[in-house]
């Protein structure tokens, strides 16, 4: 099959109608563009799992803030296109925000409690914007399996838990964070960094790694295990801490004591580029 590209609402449904009447299930990748290996590793899964996939490339207005990089979020959109299309999928949906948002658009999914801590606190609206935009494409792409990175680990426990809640008929799958060689998680930002950031913004991935080794050799002191990665990324002269937490996986609330399955996420600027990463302890 060749790949579709779709522009608006009415595109999209027109394909999908197609799809359904033939029977096939389908997958979703939602993302916002300038794609990168993270984003093909969701990809690729979706191929493998899914009859027919759809991957939407739209950078969300509404799940930015009025200080954030919403002109500057990189974009090329023929470099995703062929890589979409190298892949395998066979639906681009790329809208433009008018045809999102209408002018009177007055419905927005909010999610409390796990949207409310780590990158919730410091981007308010932020969640908000992503349920609305996530569910609006749910119901467009009458997906059976929609793909998400656990690089942004709020995002996914937020999703799991709106689909949850709405009995929204959709399974949630999370895929690992795809990582440079040094450790560096891939992120569309990365291309903000210069090559003195860049060299710095290992810290992350290293700063989760001495805590990830506290953890493992049995410490479940919280406070200690965040002294620990808080003095890393205090050695790195280019790295601001925004934040780092510990919190319980399923909740999104912070813990002092290590028991149960722990999200350890952080955020960091690197110059003025904020990045974040994280690791998942489950037990
Ligand atoms: O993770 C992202 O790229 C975005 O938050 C998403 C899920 C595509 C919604 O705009």
Redesign the pocket.
């Known amino acids: 099959m060749s790949l579709t590209i779709a522009k608006t609402p009415g595109e999209v449904k027109a394909v999908i109608r197609e799809w359904k009447k033939e029977g096939l299930s389908i997958g979703l990748v939602?993302?916002?563009g300038y794609l990168h290996e993270g984003h093909g590793s969701l990809i690729k899964k979706a191929v493998s799992e899914n009859d027919r996939v759809m991957v939407?490339v739209?950078v969300?207005p509404i799940?930015f803030g009025p200080n954030e990089d919403l002109e500057s979020y990189p974009r090329d959109f023929e470099a995703d296109v062929k890589l979409i299309e190298s892949l395998g999928a066979d639906l681009v949906f790329h809208p433009e925000p008018s045809d999102m948002y209408e002018k009177d658009f007055s419905t927005t999914i909010s999610v409390s409690g796990v949207s409310e801590n780590l990158c919730g606190a410091r981007r308010p609206g932020h969640f908000n914007g992503?349920c609305t935009?996530?569910t609006k494409l749910f119901n467009l792409s009458e997906a059976d399996r929609a793909y998400?990175g656990q690089k942004?680990a709020q995002?996914l426990a937020v999703v799991k838990r709106m689909v949850r809640d709405l009995n929204a008929n959709i399974e949630i799958v999370g895929c690992p964070i795809i990582r440079e060689e040094d450790g560096l998680a891939k992120s569309s930002r990365n291309t903000y960094l210069s090559a003195d950031e860049r060299k710095a913004a290992v810290v992350l991935s290293k700063a989760l790694k001495a805590g990830k080794e506290m953890i493992e050799s049995g410490e479940k002191d919280a406070s200690k295990v965040k002294a620990k990665i808080s003095s890393v990324i205090d050695a790195e002269p280019l790295a601001k801490t925004d934040y780092v937490e510990i919190c319980d996986w399923n909740l999104i609330e912070p813990v002092d004591i290590i028991n149960n399955s722990v999200l350890v996420a952080i955020a960091v600027y690197i110059g003025k580029t904020r990045l974040i990463d994280n690791f998942i302890i489950e037990k």
Do not use: G, R
């Open positions: 939602p993302t916002m939407s739209f969300n799940q992503v935009v996530v998400f942004d995002q």
